[in-house]
């Protein structure tokens, strides 16, 4: 039964079962199922769930008299599920299931009242706020929540206080607050590269477009301190800029072209964004040396263990100059590795220990001069090399350094179709750097360790 008329509120019922039979409950076993609740003069619902899809409620104003009801009474009547059922064989397993039917009642002071209303409608109710709606309340002629009249003049004061909220003439700036103007003015916030997102343009004058009200940013800043990567120009020169200060520095060989460098130039991580690459197709291919270090580099030998060795996301072949009707894709020696493919990569796994795929281990704090010829088929073209390792203390096993210093070169290859040089160096160590505090993260095995071109 709702006791509608206002004599509901502040007051609840709650009807339940229990999942185990009542000998089970007695020993502390199972645990309540609420099936539907009735509060403030409200009619009876339901929770969801699918336990609950089979309970119905029916509301409304009794037409006839019965057990405890008369006529004109507002009633809501449900059937309770039968807790027992009928087995396959037509035999009836009982199963004693309790139902518990609970009821509530509270009373709120008319202080406590106005600030449940006001944390409904504002970000939280103020002392200052709960007064004034208090002398408000009294003022439309409130006697306390035991009063009659208390539920119409809490209605009355509500809706004033709502209209109120309205009028922006009762406001200190005079007009309305607007989210999506605050929202618009911050939008944007303080970018360091141009992202798809908050980007300007495509043309500096179209509506809307966003531009920094800065010119430097913390990475110009880095990279005014180190050049990473030279050009030919510079002759192989490694170049390092102090602020107002250029200094370049002769790194000398020994050992002629593969030769390992005497010197230890401190390579600082790059802060470039990524370039996006296109389909291209590269063939590298390097004269057979005694020194390097990565067997099957020069990408002579047996077809077999080259791709093996070089393994790829792209599609590749091995040209052989003597089975081939354009010579020019060999730069010397006898073979190349030719690669086709969109958004793809050529890899080479080092490991840290040789297992095969290096004359010499490697380890941390080891300086690798990494020189190699390639061609490409488009005009205009970024090549980057970079290293990739694996280990499971990271955030993603294969994820990159933030600071990119797995990055050892990206070179602007202008020309098509014409053999370039790339001669980089890279410090194995700071890719292998993760985490706050920063720690040193060794690949986790001899596979775990990528070059990647």
């Known amino acids: 039964r709702s006791d509608h008329g206002g004599n509901g509120s502040n007051k609840m019922c709650i009807l339940s079962s229990w999942t185990k039979d009542l000998p089970t409950k007695l020993q502390g076993g199972g645990y309540y199922v609420p099936l539907g609740k009735s509060y403030d003069d409200q009619d009876w619902s339901r929770p969801p769930g699918s336990r609950e899809r ?26 309770l599920p039968m807790t027992s059922r009928v087995l ?13 039917l609970t009821y509530s009642e509270r009373s709120l002071s008319v202080r406590n009242e106005l600030s449940r209303f006001l944390q409904r409608t504002t970000f939280g109710p103020t002392s200052s706020e709960l007064d004034s709606l208090e002398l408000a309340y009294v003022d439309l002629g409130g006697a306390g929540p035991d009063s009659p009249s208390h539920g119409a003049t809490m209605e009355q004061l509500q809706i004033e206080w709502v209209q109120a909220q309205q009028d922006p003439s009762t ?12 929202y618009r003015k911050r939008l944007n916030p303080r970018s360091p590269e141009v992202y798809r997102i908050g ?20 990475y110009d800043v880095v990279n005014s301190q180190y050049l990473r990567w030279g050009n030919n120009a510079l002759g192989g020169f490694y170049q390092q800029q102090i602020p107002h200060k250029m200094t370049v520095e002769t790194v000398k060989l ?80 006898e073979q190349s590795l030719y690669a086709t493919g969109g958004r793809c990569f050529v890899m080479r796994q080092l490991g840290v220990c040789p297992a095969g795929r290096l004359a010499e281990a490697i380890s941390a704090g080891d300086l690798l001069r990494i020189a190699f010829m390639v061609k490409l088929t488009e005009a205009d073209q970024v090549f980057q090399v970079n290293t990739a390792h ?40 700071p890719d292998w750097t993760y985490g706050q505090p920063r720690a040193l993260l060794p690949p986790e095995t001899c596979s775990a360790y990528q070059l990647r071109f």
């Open 54 to 79: 089979v309970i119905t409620y029916n509301c409304g104003t009794a037409t006839n008299s019965g057990t405890e009801f008369t006529t004109g009474e507002y009633l809501c009547e449900l059937t």
């Open 88 to 100: 396959p064989n037509g035999q009836l397993s009982e199963f004693d299931a309790p139902y518990y």
């Open 171 to 182: 406001f200190s700036t005079g007009k309305f607050s607007s989210l999506r103007e605050y």
């Open 199 to 218: 980007e300007s343009g495509p043309h500096p004058c179209q509506q809307n477009s966003r531009w920094r009200k800065f010119a430097f940013t913390a």
């Open 254 to 333: 020994s050992g002629g072209e593969t030769g390992v460098p005497t010197g230890s130039p401190v390579m600082s991580p790059t802060t470039m964004s990524p370039v996006m690459d296109r389909t291209f197709s590269p063939s590298i291919s390097s004269a057979p040396t005694g020194v390097n270090i990565i067997p099957y580099g020069d990408m002579e030998g047996e077809e077999t263990y080259i791709t093996n060795r070089w393994p790829s996301k792209c599609t590749t072949n091995i040209v052989n100059i003597h089975n081939t009707s354009d010579p020019s894709l060999v730069y010397s020696g």
């Open 390 to 429: 694996y280990h499971t203390g990271k955030e993603r096993p294969w994820s990159f350094p933030d600071d990119h210093s797995n990055i050892v070169v990206r070179k602007h290859i202008p020309n098509a179709n014409l053999w370039t040089k790339v001669v980089a160096y890279h410090r194995v160590g």
